[in-house]
């Protein structure tokens, strides 16, 4: 059973090499503190479970805040979901792990052009690529 990897600096080499090998990556941020959080994480190990061929990532924004840096989490659970260099959707979602499989599954059609598109199809998604792509995020920690 595939589990989410819940990260750590030991795993970010890890991480970055699931997004140099194509996998797409769902990022789950949360806190150790919340409530929502800890009733979310069986559903997303489930998740994760079922898409082994995935990289699911558990990430606690005080424990990586180095990671996460000056990311804007308005609240829980904000999932992040990446290919390659492209971030697809970075926002809140409700804590139900379906909605999150639906987003997913509805990308991986999708090819690297037409995402793309869309990464730079709003401001808001501009930011995305700018401030929240895990691997320069990863990047920016090794330099």
């Given amino acids: 059973m595939m589990q989410p990897l819940f990260l750590v600096p030991e795993q970010f080499p890890h991480l970055a090499r699931a997004l140099d090998e194509g996998r797409w990556v769902g990022a789950c941020l949360c806190a150790a503190w919340c409530d929502v959080c800890k009733q979310y994480r069986p559903g997303f190990e489930a998740l994760a479970a079922e898409h082994p061929e995935q990289q699911f990532v558990w990430i606690d924004i005080e424990d990586q805040a ?4 000056d990311l804007d989490v308005e609240n829980f659970p904000t999932i992040l979901i990446q290919h390659r260099d492209v971030v697809v959707f970075y926002g809140t979602m409700l804590p139900e792990p379906r909605q999150v499989a639906r987003l997913l599954e509805a990308q991986l059609t999708r090819d690297a ?5 869309e990464a730079e199809s709003s401001a808001e ?4 690529q700018r401030e929240c792509n895990l691997r320069s995020l990863l990047a920016q920690l090794s330099s």
């Avoid at 052009?113 to 598109?117: C, D, K, S």
């Avoid at 998604?125 to 995305?128: D, I, K, L, S, Y």
């Fill in 66 to 69: 180095e990671l996460v840096g």
């Fill in 113 to 117: 052009a037409e995402l793309q598109r």
């Fill in 125 to 128: 998604r501009q930011q995305w």
